[in-house]
């Protein structure tokens, strides 16, 4: 039931801010698509390609998000216990990692969706080289090999490493920007400070996800090599070239609608993923309605065989011996 929620709130929150992702993509790869400005853009895409055209891709993002979620929470839960001491407690800064990690192998497993969402972004919707998202994956795959649906991913990784640092940069500091602890926190100040946070980490990452961008748009197999700016071999050589041609600030561009679009996606995900959740505990029997909160009278609250047996052994592991010492 968390997955299937997560995964309609996702969908819900990629399809409303698909536009932005679009403008994001065509703006790190480069070319003629975002000189006119964010709306220039938009206008010209619209006329060139129809009203459609700014949900490109968006299909492919949407069906990626369950076996993402899977894999990112499984290894989650994995990390977690292993980073967690021994009397239950995880630091943030351990938290990050293990969500880092997490999203790393859901990440290398998924990736080439993410491949195929940007080629078919990055193509005339009208004249197509793809026609949807098998054909997409059929015709690289033997084309360009394997390798090409993982082309960019080494940035993708490596990207990982400021967007922890960012992360953990903005919850170590939250305390003192709202001057009382995390614990006494409202929704409201948890909503922003995942917008912050990801504002943060996201432009201290964002030239990987340009370079990763460029990298997976890039073939000569397709019109005008994909469409990129610049041409290079590798990752190194497109942060060269990209630097070089466009300048520091091009390793940056399409980071204003990737900053826009922060705010009504997490809105969108958290209080979707918030409804369904009260839809889940009304259908379980344990609130009297989805719309709030309370209890229905009569209801079990009482901890499950499995987190009894765990608290027993809590106790056991870290009470016991501390009782018996002092008996002693």
Same mark, same amino acid.
């Given at each position: ?171 170590? +500091? !939250?305390? &003192? #920007?709202?001057?009382?602890?995390? /614990?006494? =926190? ?8 995942? %917008? ?61 609608? +990737? !900053?826009? &679009? #922060?705010?009504?996606?997490?809105? /969108?995900? =958290? ?8 839809? %889940? ?48």
């Amino acid at each position: 039931q968390r997955l299937g929620c997560a995964g309609l709130a996702g969908a819900l929150s990629l399809s409303l801010t698909a536009p932005l992702e679009l403008l994001t993509v065509l703006a790190q790869v480069g070319g003629g698509h975002c000189r006119e400005g964010l709306r220039g853009a938009g206008q010209r895409l619209c006329r060139a390609e129809g009203l459609r055209a700014l949900w490109k891709g968006n299909l492919t993002a949407c069906l990626r998000l369950w076996p993402y979620s899977a894999l990112q929470l499984a290894a989650a839960r994995r990390l977690v216990i292993l980073f967690t001491d021994e009397l239950g407690h995880i630091s943030h800064w351990r938290a990050i990692m293990a969500g880092s990690l997490a999203g790393m192998v859901a990440t290398t497993v998924t990736y080439p969706t993410d491949v195929i969402k940007t080629r078919l972004i990055v193509q005339n919707r009208l004249e197509p080289s793809y026609q949807g998202i098998l054909h997409a994956f059929y015709k690289i795959y033997h084309q360009e090999g394997l390798l090409a649906l993982y082309r960019g991913i080494s940035p993708a990784i490596l990207g990982a490493v400021p967007f922890s640092a960012g992360s953990f940069f903005v919850y170590i +500091s !939250l305390d &003192k #920007i709202w001057r009382e602890p995390i /614990v006494r =926190f409202t929704p409201l100040q948890n909503f922003i400070n995942g %917008c912050v946070a990801a504002g943060v980490a996201q432009t201290l990452s964002f030239p990987f996800e340009t370079v990763k961008r460029k990298m997976q748009a890039q073939s000569p197999w397709l019109p005008h090599y994909g469409a990129v700016d610049v041409r290079f071999t590798g990752m190194a050589d497109c942060f060269r070239q990209t630097v070089k041609n466009k300048g520091v600030r091009g390793l940056w561009s399409g980071l204003t609608p +990737s !900053l826009l &679009k #922060i705010v009504p996606y997490f809105g /969108v995900m =958290f209080s979707t993923f918030e409804f369904c959740k009260r839809v %889940c505990l009304y259908r379980n029997g344990y609130i009297e309605s989805p719309l709030n909160y309370k209890l229905t009278p009569g209801v079990d609250q009482s901890l499950q065989p499995q987190e009894l047996r765990e608290l027993k052994r809590l106790r056991r592991e870290n009470f016991e011996p501390r009782k018996s010492g002092l008996e002693n």
